[in-house]
């Protein structure tokens, strides 16, 4: 299996930016310089190799079809697979220390997502097709 190419949606670069400029100076660079270098590792290594085992599927009060989540440390990444053209697309990366339980963190994650607009249209038709239903 080939490895698959990682793009980066609008607000996942945004935060990749913040923390890549936050990285180099400043007050708390080593921390966010040893952020820096968590990123680019799931970025470069973890993600490409097998995104479906690297990561869980994603799911809070809404259910996202094709969304997964996977946390390192204090980052988390929320990601969209498309197999056929064997690209990964991160939607959000997330740095937060926050410890709650899954479906909690899956709840204030999908609000975060929902207001930057890094969720796809069609997870809003799909989860509001779901919210309906029940």
């Known amino acids: 299996m080939s490895d698959y190419k990682v793009r980066l949606a609008a607000p996942a670069a945004r935060m990749y930016e913040q923390i890549s400029a936050l990285a180099a100076g400043g007050k708390g660079s080593q921390v966010n310089a040893a952020l820096l270098s968590l990123l680019d590792k799931v970025i470069d290594e973890v993600l490409p190799s097998n995104p479906t085992m690297a990561g869980s599927k994603f799911f809070g009060a809404l259910e996202l079809e094709g969304v997964y989540w996977i946390s390192e440390g204090t980052i988390h990444f929320f990601y969209e697979i498309n197999a056929k053209a064997t690209t990964v697309v991160i939607l959000s990366i997330l740095n937060s220390p926050i410890r ?3 479906s909690q963190r899956a709840d204030i994650i999908c ?8 969720l796809p249209t069609s997870q809003l038709k799909l989860a509001a097709r779901r919210a309906v239903a029940n």
């Open 100 to 102: 709650r339980d899954h």
């Open 111 to 118: 609000t975060e997502m929902l207001m930057s607009g890094s």
